[in-house]
């Protein structure tokens, strides 16, 4: 699966950023540059000034400076009105600026100061989203992807009818893909050093935890091909049963009747 196709280089759609956010980052152009240099050296100033120093900073693709600037603000200002957006701007200058592990610390520390402000819901999204962007390749540990559903499927819990929770939706579904296929790439492995019995319990929980993911069918196939490998013919002939209803057209039924016919004849019901 070309998941990393669907990740790469996403960054989050005005539509779905706070208002104020949005409206900082209207003129917003360029790409990330991670060479910026943090000067945290910021002379005191007035808190409108130094904030909108910070927006003007992120307006021109500057995020990590932007970021170091927004914390600046609630160093200088920490009761100000002020500090209260600029923790949340720090949170989006670090997660556009692909510094995702500060993105999410700063994204949770403005929800353990504001838990029920009207902007929470876009916090949770960023800390979702932040560990979405960091999935890695199926054959790569996973536990960042585990993360990333854990983030998304909280967010829909708390706010499931909030502007963010179609795309939260949308990525737990491309989430639980991305680990049924792993589970995928684990069985098959099994399966050619000849640990069948290894093999059919990653192929059975593809099945039974990520039932809605496109992989279904290749683990129906791949228990047939278990089972007859095993002598097992009886459980590889429902195996394939069950294929065949839920998948008719699929090729991983038709891979599976060519089996099982080769082997122990029709597969009865399918």
């Not at 692909?98 to 916090?123: M, T, V, W």
Request: glycine share 8%; net charge neutral; proline share 4%.
């Amino acid at each position: 699966m070309m998941f990393s196709s669907l990740r790469r280089g996403a960054r989050l759609p005005l539509f779905l950023l706070p208002v104020g956010t949005a409206l900082a980052l209207a003129a917003c152009g360029g790409g990330s540059r991670n060479n910026d240099v943090i000067d945290r050296s910021y002379v005191a100033r007035d808190v409108a000034t130094l904030y909108n120093f910070g927006k003007d900073t992120l307006d021109r693709g500057s995020y990590l400076r932007a970021a170091a600037i927004f914390d600046e603000v609630e160093r200088q200002h920490p009761y100000s009105i002020w500090a209260r957006r600029a923790q949340l701007m720090s949170a989006f200058s670090y997660y556009a600026g692909r510094q995702y592990p500060e993105a999410i610390g700063a994204a949770q520390r403005f929800l353990s100061l504001h838990p029920g402000n009207k902007d929470a819901p876009y916090a949770y999204y960023l800390i979702a989203i932040s560990y979405y962007e960091q999935i890695e390749d199926v054959q790569r540990d996973q536990q960042i992807t585990q993360q990333a559903l854990s983030a998304l499927t909280e967010l829909i819990r708390r706010y499931p009818d909030s502007k963010y929770a179609a795309d939260a939706r949308l990525k737990v579904e491309l989430a639980q893909d991305h680990l049924a296929g792993k589970e995928m790439s684990i069985g098959r492995f099994y399966m050619g050093r000849r640990e069948y019995i290894a093999a059919i319990k990653r192929f059975e929980n593809v099945i039974g935890t990520y039932e809605q993911t496109s992989h279904v069918p290749e683990a129906l196939h791949r228990l047939v091909e278990s089972y007859l490998l095993l002598g097992i013919p009886d459980e590889a002939r429902k195996t394939a049963a069950v294929l065949g209803h839920n998948y008719p057209g699929s090729e991983w039924y038709q891979r599976s009747y060519d089996l099982i016919e080769q082997h122990v004849g029709v597969p009865g019901g399918a």
